[in-house]
């Protein structure tokens, strides 16, 4: 098949195959992995599920790893991360994702707004390290707050699937009720499987506690000999490595960040550190175009007219926030191809030179 | 030919203050463009894209039935219009990184391919960069002849000169081959200032990229059409020229009409941006026409609006035109316009002047603006 391929696109050069493809059809491409949105479900309040149908590039995720989709916002490709909450043995190759509309999500807000079934999006292969193992641990816990819950749900659904005998503790963590998407299910789940025990408490109501050591080890006071998952907002993931660090059991705890990408307050303020990921060099911002503080790093990366017309500097920004010095405009976007003589960076950023 | 901007009294003097007025102005209508970017630019560009592929398909599949000609004709003509979108108003423009915002790796500066010898990298690097940045400026930009012609009297003038429309004429036909060639800078090579070896590596690129085109025109298309193999070949390389006669033409109706002006290094020294600005509506010219010309010329009809915003996608340069020529008239300055034969016969009728000595050529006209840059006069050449 790739050998075919190889010899169409001796045919199409110097454009790849599916530039072609994509104009018939946006799934019909040979490479690039896309995937169809097939169902759209608004049960929770503020989030919205999305059952997708990948192209058939698509290999499987395992449970608790993320995928990368791509949607066009007003003319522009946006990307962003979710984990799949499906069970990773899924039959059908279909992924199914929550998203959370968060106030200034960019992504989120559009998906949840206007997300309809047909639509495609850009899929990129599933990734992360932070899942099960695939020897799976006798017994585990799952710790997770606000939308931090879907590569937990993931698991969660995988171990029901494959009949896992030893025990585990689902613990999420919510503003109320409505807000937890799937409640329904993983109550359906914990009846099912008398070895499953999910917790949902809601301290914002005062009807809960916050996350302690008393409420783990009344909840599973086998905690110790788990391997605990852990993903949620900052300061979840604090009281939870403090209680895992002062129990010496740093290393049973794995844990997912999930960093929201938000302009830093005063775009003019040179603040934080540039880490040029390519040489390993880190540098304190100075306010100065990027291409500048580069070379003042003694880097050397490829310039022509240094005046933002010729692109001759684009060069990606891993993570962190920019500034168009020419427009203004500020950029928080991951991953992204800059322009580094027109560009400064708005507290810390990475950029793979 | 007199110069537009002749007034009775001599050249328009253009002052600091001016300057600095057309700088901002131009950065109003920068930013406006850029704020309203959106879905319309993406849909104007997947279209044109669109077009191209139909029109390449259609070009390569008429070739089947090449043995009667008017579908051979009809052939070429298809496969022409692709090769001529796929240069202009698809990769000149996305190279220029216009379509970059975007965010679509098939439309990316930095990554893209086009259907022509020359590989991109290396266009990008004298074009996007060096005629881009140092427009009009002897010495620097390499576009002021292309090592080879004479089209400005500040080239001097030499026995060798003679021949200039001739070589004008074969540049002409073998025009990709020119643009590939364009980076190699040969005349430094002979004259020593560039050695070999520092070109290997560009050579290289140049065997690769065009190696794959002339292997897929003249060698894979032919030959599936098999016993039309000749054919077939005979209309590749028909297109491959049509091509080049139109975007020679179109090129050159750029910056080398009369009344376009050059620059001396020394002039444009520490360059403020309204500066920079006005040196590229002097150093260019536009061509009227119709929707249809303008796309099919990748809109470098607008060359003025193209040198202003380079970056700024081409679906846009009509639009602003009118803003940029009412610039323009308020001070004074000559807005560079004229139908197609009109700008080409002027193009080849400064080849053929500038062949002869100028004691023959008659006397160089006389500046047409003269800018105040760091409060000194700047005379500029025409
Ligand atoms: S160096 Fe030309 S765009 Fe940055």
């Known amino acids: ?353 | 030919m007199a110069m537009l901007t002749e007034t009775p009294a001599g050249p328009v003097v253009l002052s600091r203050e001016q300057i600095e007025e057309i700088g901002a102005a131009l950065d109003e209508i920068r930013a406006r463009v850029t704020d309203d970017l959106g879905e319309r630019d993406r849909e104007y560009i997947y279209s044109i894209i669109k077009a191209q592929r139909g029109f390449e398909i259609a070009g390569r599949g008429l070739m089947y039935l090449g043995f009667l000609p008017p579908f051979w004709l009809a052939g070429v003509a298809a496969l022409s219009v692709s090769k001529i979108l796929d240069n202009m108003e698809i990769g000149h423009n996305v190279m220029h990184g216009q379509y970059d915002w975007m965010r679509e790796p098939g439309l990316n500066s930095r990554v893209f391919e086009w259907d022509t010898v020359c590989p991109s990298d290396q266009w990008r690097h004298s074009h996007n960069y060096m005629h881009h940045t140092y427009t009009n400026i002897h010495g620097m930009d390499r576009d002021i002849g292309y090592g080879i012609l004479r089209v400005d009297e500040a080239q001097p003038w030499n026995p060798l000169r003679l021949g200039n429309p001739v070589y004008a004429f074969f540049l002409m036909l073998a025009f990709e081959w020119g643009v590939m060639g364009h980076d190699l800078e040969v005349e430094n090579i002979v004259q020593g200032k560039r050695k070999w070896l520092d070109v290997k590596a560009l050579l290289k690129g140049q065997i690769r990229k065009a190696g794959r085109q002339v292997l897929k025109d003249y060698v894979v298309f032919p030959a599936l059409t098999g016993p039309l193999f000749l054919s077939t070949l005979a209309g590749n390389f028909t297109a491959n020229i049509v091509r080049n006669l139109w975007t020679f033409s179109i090129i050159f109706c750029g910056h080398f009409p009369s009344g376009v002006q050059t620059f001396s290094e020394e002039d444009c020294a520490e360059e403020t941006q309204g500066e920079w600005y006005v040196r590229q509506m002097l150093g260019s010219a536009n061509i009227d026409g119709s929707r249809l010309f303008h796309i099919m010329s990748g809109n470098l009809s607008h060359q003025i609006e193209h040198h202003l915003f380079p970056d700024l996608p081409a679906n846009r340069y009509p639009e602003i035109a009118p803003e940029v020529k009412a610039l323009c008239e308020k001070h004074g300055l000559p807005y560079n316009t004229g139908s197609f034969s009109q700008q080409i016969g002027s193009v080849w009728a400064k080849l053929f002047k500038l062949a002869l000595p100028p004691v023959l050529a008659g006397k160089p006209q006389p500046a047409g603006v003269i800018v105040v840059r760091r409060g000194q006069d700047s005379e500029v050449g025409v």
């Open chain 1, 1 to 353: 098949m790739v050998g075919l391929i190889d010899l169409v696109e001796k045919l199409t050069t110097p454009h790849p195959l599916d530039r072609y493809l994509e104009l018939v059809r946006p799934t019909f491409t040979l490479r690039q992995m896309r995937a169809e949105i097939t169902h759209v479900r608004r049960s929770a309040v503020g989030s919205v599920t999305l059952t997708l149908r990948p192209t058939r590039q698509w290999q499987g995720h395992v449970a608790g790893q993320y995928v990368q989709i791509g949607v066009v916002i007003d003319g522009v490709r946006h990307t962003r991360c979710y984990s799949p909450v499906n069970s990773d043995r899924r039959r059908d190759r279909h992924i199914e994702l929550t998203v959370k509309a968060h106030p200034h999500g960019l992504v989120s807000n559009y998906l949840h707004e206007n997300a309809i079934p047909g639509m495609v999006v850009d899929l990129a292969p599933a990734a992360g390290i932070f899942h099960l193992p695939e020897q799976r641990p006798d017994r585990i816990v799952l710790i997770t707050g606000g939308s931090g819950i879907t590569p937990a749900l993931s698991m969660l659904r995988t171990l029901a699937t494959e009949g896992y005998a030893g025990k585990v503790l689902f613990l999420h963590y919510n503003r109320s009720p409505e807000y937890v998407p799937h409640r329904t299910e993983l109550e359906a789940l914990a009846l099912q499987h008398n070895n499953f025990r999910v917790e949902m408490l809601y301290p914002e109501l005062g009807t809960d506690a916050n996350f302690s050591y008393d409420e783990l080890e009344r909840l599973a006071p086998w905690f110790a000999s788990a391997q605990t998952y852990l993903c949620g907002p900052p300061g979840l993931m604090k009281a939870v490595r403090t209680v895992y660090e002062a129990e010496q059991l740093a290393d049973r705890l794995h844990s997912e960040e999930f960093v929201l990408t938000v302009a830093p307050g005063d775009p003019a303020t040179a603040e934080g550190e540039i880490t040029f990921s390519g040489s390993g060099k880190t540098i304190e911002n100075t306010g100065a175009s990027l291409l500048e503080q580069a070379e003042v790093a003694g880097l050397t990366p490829e310039y022509g007219c240094r005046m933002g017309i010729c692109f001759t500097c684009t060069a990606v920004k891993r993570t962190g926030c920019t500034r168009n010095l020419r427009t203004g405009e500020v950029d928080a976007d991951p991953d992204q191809p800059i322009q580094l003589c027109i560009n400064a960076p708005v507290g810390d950023v990475d950029i793979a030179i």
